[in-house]
């Protein structure tokens, strides 16, 4: 057997803040079988996350062979996530994205992710909100980041 | 409308040389037509936006 991720003691901290999740999230889990390092080990990670509450559900994709789905998602990197929302059976795409592994201080990136994503609600500013709402054209942002 | 995506530096080297990554974390809009080094408070971020919004459209 594979050895675990997380420790007892990571799951139940994770437990503590899982217990703010309100509605169902969907995460889509972009793998590739050549040249990608860290894909086993991310979807080892995103199993045992999902793993931890009911409210999230992992399904797991080949960003190759599941191509039209990976342009769906706007994912282009692997390992890619997509963190949405299931409503029924339907996946709703708030367009939040990981490329790479989620770990180091982007664990918890990826716990607060999925906390926000089940919330329905992005927690900006009224200012904020009003400023996005006149957006005429899509935005992308990257965020840069190194797991340490 | 907007689309945030988190990549971690060091597996995509390619894509942090292009966009010159320094500091973590570099927030990168619209594929280079602005970012912003370090925390990013939501007024700054949108001003950034707008920058780089506007720098498309004079080009």
Redesign the interface.
């Known amino acids: 057997m594979t050895q675990r991720l997380l420790n007892d003691q990571v799951i139940g901290q994770v437990q503590e803040v899982f217990d703010q999740l309100k509605e169902p999230v969907e995460v889509l889990f972009f793998g590739q079988k050549d040249n990608c390092d860290y894909c086993d080990e991310t979807l080892q990670l995103l199993q045992e996350v999902t793993d931890i509450s009911d409210k999230l559900t992992l399904q797991v994709h080949d960003i190759d062979e599941d191509a039209e789905l990976a342009r769906q998602y706007k994912v282009d990197k692997a390992p890619g996530t997509v963190i949405a929302g299931r409503d029924g059976d339907k996946i709703v795409d708030y367009g939040v994205r990981l490329a790479g592994i989620p770990s180091g201080h982007e664990f918890s990136s990826l716990v607060h992710d999925m906390v926000l994503v089940s919330s329905r609600d992005s927690g900006l500013g009224a200012k904020t909100r009003q400023a996005l709402a006149k957006l005429t054209e899509p935005i992308l942002l990257q965020v840069f980041v190194t797991p340490t | 409308?907007?689309?945030?995506?988190?990549?971690?530096?060091?597996?995509?080297p390619e894509?942090?040389d292009r966009?010159r990554?320094s500091g973590?974390?570099?927030?990168?809009?619209?594929?280079g037509a602005g970012h912003v080094v370090g925390a990013v408070p939501?007024?700054h971020?949108?001003a950034e936006?707008?920058n780089a919004?506007k720098k498309v459209a004079v080009k």
Do not use: G, K
């Open positions: 409308m907007v689309e945030a995506e988190m990549v971690e530096a060091m597996e995509f894509l942090s966009h990554v973590v974390p570099q927030t990168t809009i619209n594929d939501e007024d971020l949108i936006i707008n919004l």
